[in-house]
């Protein structure tokens, strides 16, 4: 098998992995209390840099595809 036909399997395996890989949020227990309003999660430091870190990792692979490129010619 290829190099490339081995990474887009595995590309495809973790993306399917990906899909589903945040958990629904539990229903709030019944009972007298009030809870929250929504579901309350807190945002992850890293959610705010989404797409800057896409950015700099399409970057990383033009550069390392060009570099490697070259040094093959």
């Known amino acids: 098998m290829k190099t ?3 990474l887009v399997l595995a590309l495809f395996f973790f993306g399917t992995l990906l899909v589903k890989a945040d958990d629904e949020i ?3 227990p019944g009972g007298g209390g ?3 309003v929504g579901p309350g999660g ?3 430091p890293i959610d705010m ?3 800057l ?3 700099v990792a399409v970057a990383f692979i033009v550069y390392y ?3 490697f490129k070259s040094q093959k010619a």
């Open 4 to 6: 490339i036909n081995k």
């Open 26 to 28: 539990p229903p709030a």
């Open 34 to 36: 009030t809870g929250g």
């Open 42 to 44: 807190v945002a992850s």
């Open 49 to 51: 840099y989404v797409y």
């Open 53 to 55: 870190l896409s950015i």
């Open 65 to 67: 595809t060009k570099k």
